[in-house]
């Protein structure tokens, strides 16, 4: 039987923590970042509304 000490369960823990942070925050900049994704395309979205008009 091998036993897992309690530093060794919290390290893997903290990894699996930053890596799934990681990923989440990749995640985020590639759908929702201001100046890259969110503010042109509500640019573009006024602009077509502006050019309805």
Do not use: H, I, K, N
């Not at 369960?9 to 100046?35: H, I, K």
């Not at 509500?42 to 509304?49: D, G, R």
């Amino acid at each position: 039987m091998v036993y897992l000490s309690e530093p060794f369960v919290l390290s893997w823990s903290l990894l699996e923590a930053m890596s799934v942070g990681a990923a989440a925050r990749a995640f985020a900049q590639s759908r929702y970042d201001l100046g890259r994704v969110c503010l042109p395309q509500q640019l573009a979205w006024v602009q077509s509304l502006s050019a309805g008009l």
